[in-house]
């Protein structure tokens, strides 16, 4: 296990006032991510984690009043936020692409099986334009064209 800190510990490891350390974690939580900068024991006491000892020395070296350190949290605060959404956007997208060609498949296969008045439209306005195209060998294997009823009478 990691080694933990108390606020009296962290203060004097990155020499910050006590008072400072718990006024950043009263106004910026968002900063500070449990389990990952600070801990929180079962009575409610805060211990800080090394990774939360780097973003308080990281604070008190850009911070020299507290205009300063509201501007260091607000910026911490961006660049947490940001390396959190493109990490969260890139997961996503990639999952996206995994999942699309099942799911475009899966469609198809509701479309071809349990059409929908839509589905329906779309499929014949597809398979006219593929048939007017010469291109009825592209067409699913299974697909058997069905002739509306002025058509049924064309083909005969």
């Given at each position: ?69 509201e501007t260091d949290a607000e910026n911490d605060t961006a660049n947490l936020l940001e390396s ?53 060998h592209l067409l699913l294997p299974t697909y058997q064209p069905m002739l509306l009823e002025g ?6």
């Open positions: 296990m990691q080694n933990l800190y108390t606020i009296p510990e962290a203060a004097e490891l990155v020499g910050i006032k006590e008072t400072t350390i718990r006024s950043w974690l009263r106004r910026h939580p968002e900063v500070f991510q449990v389990d990952v900068h600070v801990a929180i024991e079962g009575n409610g006491r805060k211990l800080f984690t090394e990774a939360g000892l780097e973003i308080l020395r990281s604070r008190a070296s850009n911070s020299a009043t507290d205009d300063d350190a959190l959404l493109d990490e969260d956007a890139q997961k996503l997208a990639r999952e996206y692409w995994r999942q699309l060609p099942g799911r475009v498949l899966h469609r198809i296969k509701l479309m071809r099986d349990n059409p929908t008045p839509e589905d329906r439209e779309i499929v014949a306005k597809s398979v006219r334009a593929a048939l007017n195209a010469g291109t009825e058509q049924a009478d064309e083909a005969n």
